[in-house]
């Protein structure tokens, strides 16, 4: 428990400039009780700000907070139960580690034992039982959110809210970290609410992915949907990689791009429209009946499991991706081979051709 309900949810502010600035555009969100869900969206497009409204430590201009069918709107930051750990870690800098770790259970009057054993499987959980002595100044920044997370979890809420908890720390211990928040949210039973702008993360940790955008809702579902079915050119492009073509009809199921035909299973419903198309579908040895192109490869990217080759069509990047299968290594293409390339209707999507190209892949 809980679910959290979201309810035309309106928030401005007046910037130091004294213009308003409206931060979240009637938000209407159902948040699944007991999922793992992520805020996710570029930097600035209000995601600090929602989370901050859900904990009620901002007011919203308008709209409604429930949790659980219940208005919390009212109600303080203490009475909503919540466990937060900030994006930037608010821990308090006079107390060990040990200490900050117990602060919940201690407010919440907790026996010594229960104490006890609650910050010892906290402070293993996130790496710092070695460190239970030392004060918040003598940790690195990575620590410390560690520590913010360790005593998020000590009050045992059944709502978990975290700003960007992973962003601080090194790679390695942040893809670790992800695995371990989600196996705590789920052997807990929590609702956890996890802001972030890296996508992967995302990915990674989510059973439900909530996509947004200057102030708006574009998109939510699981990663899957999202990869899958992205409901618009900034969703394709956000969540994973994605090749943009523009395209005309021609007739009820063709298109034509460049002067070649491309046959899609679905009707055409626009006359301009754009082709979207991920690395993976792209064939490198083209097939006979698909839509082909050449271009010369500029860059081969080595990553471990697949080649990304960045293939210059007219001046346009294409990125595609090859598996590597086995062992060998060897390459059959190079950089500056001119090549043909090919995918399929059945692979793309299809969306209305925006007004400005560029403006709608921004990130602002
Ligand atoms: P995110 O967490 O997605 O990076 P924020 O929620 O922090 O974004 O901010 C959303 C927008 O609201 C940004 O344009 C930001 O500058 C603005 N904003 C956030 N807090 C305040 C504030 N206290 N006063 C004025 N503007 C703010
Ligand atoms: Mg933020």
């Known amino acids: 428990m809980p679910n959290v309900k979201i309810v035309n949810l309106i928030k401005r502010f007046v910037s130091a400039r004294g213009e308003d600035l409206l931060a979240l555009d009637r938000l209407n969100l159902d948040i699944p009780d007991r999922k793992y869900s992520t805020l996710l969206g570029p930097s600035g497009c209000g995601k600090t700000t929602l989370l901050r409204i859900i904990a009620g430590l901002l007011e919203p201009t308008s709209g409604q907070i429930l949790f659980d069918n219940m208005d919390v709107s009212g ?64 940790l690195s920044g990575g620590m410390n959110q560690r520590l913010g997370l360790a005593r998020a979890l000590a009050g045992h809420s059944s709502l978990l809210l975290l700003d960007e908890p992973l962003s601080a720390l090194d790679a390695k211990i942040g893809a670790f970290l992800r695995y371990e928040l989600k196996k705590i949210a789920k052997t807990n039973h929590l609702t956890a609410i996890h802001v972030t702008h890296n996508q992967e993360e995302a990915m990674t940790i989510s059973d439900n992915i909530i996509l947004m955008r200057k102030g708006e809702i574009v998109q939510t579902g699981t990663p899957e949907a999202l990869y899958d079915q992205p409901n618009s050119m900034f969703a394709a492009n956000f969540i994973g990689k994605c090749n943009f073509f523009k395209a005309r009809k021609k007739s009820s199921h063709s298109v034509e791009i460049d002067g070649k035909m491309l046959q899609l299973p679905n009707e055409v419903s626009q006359d301009k429209i754009v082709i979207g198309i991920r690395p993976e579908k792209i064939h490198l040895d083209p097939h006979p009946d698909q839509i082909r192109f050449s271009g010369r490869i500029e860059l081969i990217n080595f990553l471990g499991h697949l080649y990304e080759y960045r293939i210059n069509v007219e001046s346009d990047i294409v990125s595609a991706y090859k598996r590597i299968k086995g062992k060998n290594l060897k390459q059959k293409y190079h950089e500056g081979d001119v090549i043909e390339f090919s995918f399929s209707g059945e692979d793309v999507f299809v969306f209305p051709e925006p007004e400005d190209f560029k403006k709608e892949l921004s990130l602002g």
């Open 75 to 138: 109600k303080m930051t203490q009475e909503r139960d919540i466990g937060f750990v900030f994006q930037n870690f608010s821990i308090f800098p006079h107390m060990d580690v040990w200490h900050n770790a117990a602060y919940g259970p201690v407010v919440r009057g907790w026996s010594q034992a229960e104490i006890a054993k609650t910050v010892e499987r906290n402070l293993k959980l996130v790496g710092l039982e070695k460190r239970d002595k030392a004060l918040p100044h003598e």
